[in-house]
């Protein structure tokens, strides 16, 4: 089964995590220094804060496959949608290791589509190269 996954760019990570904390009922499922996840059954989402540069809101939409098999239908779908899709592949991104592919809706709004499949002591591939 799937799961819709949000990414917020934040300015104060422990403000946000209090406030989604409490509006979820709960705390996070994973938080960093700089970055905070919950992987909510209801709703079921992956709902996730990051202290980031840039604009602050929505950073992309996504949707969470559960299996490789989950992850090739979704590409599918995006390749039906005749948008520019980027197919990333394995990565490393929000303290995990992930296949995602990308394309932006009509408005310019990204969305991810990925399956899971480690964690990582480092939010991208670029800081574990670096360090």
């Known amino acids: 089964m799937k799961r819709m996954h949000v990414m917020l760019k934040v300015n104060d990570l422990n403000e946000s995590v209090e406030f989604y904390s409490t509006l979820f009922g709960v705390a996070p499922t994973k938080q960093k220094e700089d970055y905070a996840k919950w992987m909510l059954d209801d709703p079921r989402v992956n709902f996730s804060i990051a202290e ?64 899971t499949f480690g964690e990582s002591e480092s939010y991208t591939a670029e800081e574990k190269a670096c360090c």
């Open 52 to 115: 980031r540069e840039g604009a602050k809101g929505i950073e992309h939409l996504g949707i969470e496959a559960e299996t490789k098999e989950e992850l090739q239908e979704l590409r599918s779908n995006i390749d039906s949608t005749h948008g520019l899709a980027r197919d990333e592949g394995e990565t490393t991104c929000c303290y995990a290791n992930s296949d995602k592919s990308w394309i932006s809706d009509p408005q310019g709004v990204e969305w991810e589509a990925f399956h």
